[in-house]
């Protein structure tokens, strides 16, 4: 029983910490654009997934943001030579 409520403890911890963040993105013109900016994120710790779309311009980054913060998400974006906005957060 014991196992089961740390196990139990240790995802809702998890649970707690990941976040979902939406940036609109500005500056991207072609599909090598969303490569530089995909490759930039994942190379950030604390990213676990990110999708990035041309058509809309936009991110969609999963995160543990324990590990990760908002303004480290923009810097990542602009490493990769464009201007993020954070549109939400989740």
Sequence with gaps: MKFILSLFTLVSL???TSKVAV???SGMTCPLCTSAVKK???HTKGVQNTKVLL???QATVFYDDTL???TELLHAIKKAGYLGKIKSIK
Excluded: G, R
Aim: proline letters at 0%; glycine letters at 0%; charged letters at 20%.
């Design 68 to 70: 990760a913060s908002q």
């Design 40 to 42: 930039s994120l994942k």
């Design 55 to 57: 058509n809309t311009k």
């Design 23 to 25: 940036i609109d993105i």
């Design 14 to 16: 998890s649970i707690a």
